[in-house]
């Protein structure tokens, strides 16, 4: 079975610093990895997506995450938080298996303060 | 078209009463997935469909929820006898799914509430 763990329900950061939000994922075979962002009142955008290959991916809007497997953790970052960013952010994880089913997690709130 | 369009985006009912939603994929898009948002977050997976066919449909409350996606016509997702409960806005997405690697592309939803 596969799952995400989001660590924190919300963040908040100052405009210009670093952002770093974790994700936590379990799975019994090679997992995809995605961070998808909700804009209020909107549907799930993706941010970048991790298939195979360079462990570093890079998104868009300047985000990137790093996929570790022997962490099993898939944390997004971005160098310097802009007021535009804050939105939810969504961890998710599919795999060639299962239905093609994308499992997410519960969500974290980013705040950007000016 | 290049873009989910769900509708209605707001719909409200009465306990009891019949609710239906719909869902237009991305033209080409082959797999159809509905899911289920409450208080802003936990996506609850509901039901995906490989063309007109069910594919998944593990997360559907089967008394009271159904779900169609014809030849030509929008998908729909329908309620039974609504409960306080379903409200939540309900998503639709669509993806190539050439494999577990497709990423989903998302409607903006139907806010479904349950008075």
């Known amino acids: 079975a596969q799952s995400v763990t989001q660590l924190g329900s919300h963040v908040s950061v100052s405009e210009g610093a670093l952002v770093l939000l974790r994700c936590n994922y379990s799975?019994?075979?090679?997992?995809?990895l995605f961070w998808y962002v909700q804009y209020p009142n909107q549907g799930l955008q993706l941010l970048l997506k991790?298939?195979?290959?360079?462990?570093l991916v890079k998104g868009i809007n300047g985000f990137e995450a790093e996929f570790k497997k022997s962490e099993t953790s898939f944390h997004l970052t971005k160098p310097s938080a802009h007021m535009s960013d804050a939105a939810e952010y969504f961890c998710?994880?599919?795999?060639?298996?299962?239905?093609?089913?994308?499992?997410f997690g519960a969500g974290t709130r980013l705040f950007v303060k000016a | 078209g290049e873009e989910v369009a769900q509708t209605p985006k707001h719909l409200v009912r009465g306990e009891g009463q019949k609710a239906k939603l719909y869902c237009a994929p991305i033209?080409?898009?082959?797999?159809v997935f509905w899911y289920q948002q409450v208080l802003k977050n936990e996506f609850k997976f509901l039901i995906s469909f490989q063309n007109e066919n069910v594919f998944d449909e593990t997360g559907m409350p089967k008394e009271r929820f159904s779900a169609k996606c014809l030849p030509n016509s929008p998908c729909s997702l329908e309620i039974q006898a609504t409960k306080l409960e379903d409200s939540a806005v309900y998503f639709c997405?669509?993806?190539?799914?050439?494999?577990?690697?497709?990423?989903?592309?998302f409607g903006n939803g139907t806010r479904l509430t349950v008075t």
């Open positions: 033209k080409g898009h082959s797999y």
């Open positions: 998710a994880v599919t795999s060639d298996t299962g239905g093609f089913k994308t499992i």
């Open positions: 799975s019994s075979v090679p997992p995809y």
């Open positions: 991790y298939t195979t290959g360079a462990t």
């Open positions: 997405a669509s993806s190539q799914m050439d494999g577990g690697n497709s990423p989903l592309h």
